[in-house]
């Protein structure tokens, strides 16, 4: 079992992203306050309700400078918060590169993870091999927390059983939304995990620049999958925030046109 639940749709169109990078100077993303407010007035314009800051840290830095981290993130995000445009609400969290071991402790410690909850939106690698990082994400689940995996469709080594068996340990699947949209492999790779269930949350992974989460979910609505949409920017993102399980994305068909459908064919052949 993957640790997700059966439930029903949430109506309205308001939508959640858990993944940003918009605290200024911590990381490659928003480099001043007034960039990060730009794009949060421009979020909250589109319909975001809430957004996690979830600045890139190394698990391998966790252990020597973690206080020095958490106590960074918070107050950045204070004074985010401070100048924030009203009607959006932000959390706090992090995404952590598993270049090596989750510390132990910090499996208990919810101040590494979104919101708050037993949820963690972690990375690895790119060139990170399928076996390796189920049983990495395995460990983690059996330790009491749930691996939210940030864009699983960078990982060129990983095919759609490898994604699976991810969900099975106990990992949950973010797709970036902006990718979703785009005609290249990993455009098709994040359009198969929307299509066979397996993704169950979208977000931006915004850096300070245009891209948004409504530009996926406007996306999904527009080729033939509002139920989906529905879940992977407001159902499924809420219960995280809640601290709630996941639900079961259900499978969706993707529309295509001819001209998509041949440059799929290609680059599957090449």
């Known amino acids: 079992m993957d640790g997700r639940v059966r439930a029903g749709t949430d109506a309205g169109s308001r939508v959640i992203d858990l993944h940003s990078h918009l605290l200024p100077g911590i990381d490659d993303g928003s480099r001043s306050l007034a960039q990060s407010v730009g794009v949060l007035r421009s979020f909250a314009a589109a319909g975001v309700t809430d957004l996690a800051v979830t600045p890139h840290l190394r698990a391998s ?14 107050h950045l995000l204070a004074e985010l918060a401070g100048a924030a445009p009203p009607g959006i609400r ?14 132990a402790f910090a499996t208990g410690d919810r101040r590494y993870a979104v919101a708050g909850s037993r949820y963690y939106l972690v990375e690895f690698p790119f060139s990170i091999v ?3 990082a189920t049983g990495i994400l395995g460990r983690l689940a059996r330790a009491g927390v749930v691996p939210l995996v940030a864009h699983p469709e960078r990982y060129y080594l990983c095919a759609l059983a490898t994604y699976a068996a991810w969900c099975s340990a106990g990992a949950v699947l973010q797709v970036d939304a902006t990718t979703v949209t785009r005609p290249t492999g990993r455009g098709d790779m994040a359009r198969r995990l929307v299509e066979e269930g397996l993704a169950a949350i979208l977000a931006a992974d915004n850096h300070g620049d245009g891209r948004s989460l409504v530009t996926g979910r406007r996306f999904l609505e527009e080729r ?3 139920e989906a949409a529905e879940w992977l920017t407001v159902t499924n993102p809420r219960a995280v925030l809640q601290d709630r399980p996941v639900a079961l994305t259900p499978r969706a068909r993707i ?12 680059r599957r052949e090449s």
């Open 255 to 266: 529309k295509t046109g001819i001209a998509e459908k041949i440059r799929t064919f290609m």
């Open 90 to 103: 932000l959390h706090p969290g992090f995404e952590i590169m598993l270049d090596e071991p989750l510390p």
């Open 61 to 74: 830095e966790i252990g020597p400078r973690g206080e020095i981290w958490v106590a960074r993130r918070d």
């Open 130 to 132: 399928g076996d390796l």
């Open 224 to 226: 033939g999958a509002p």
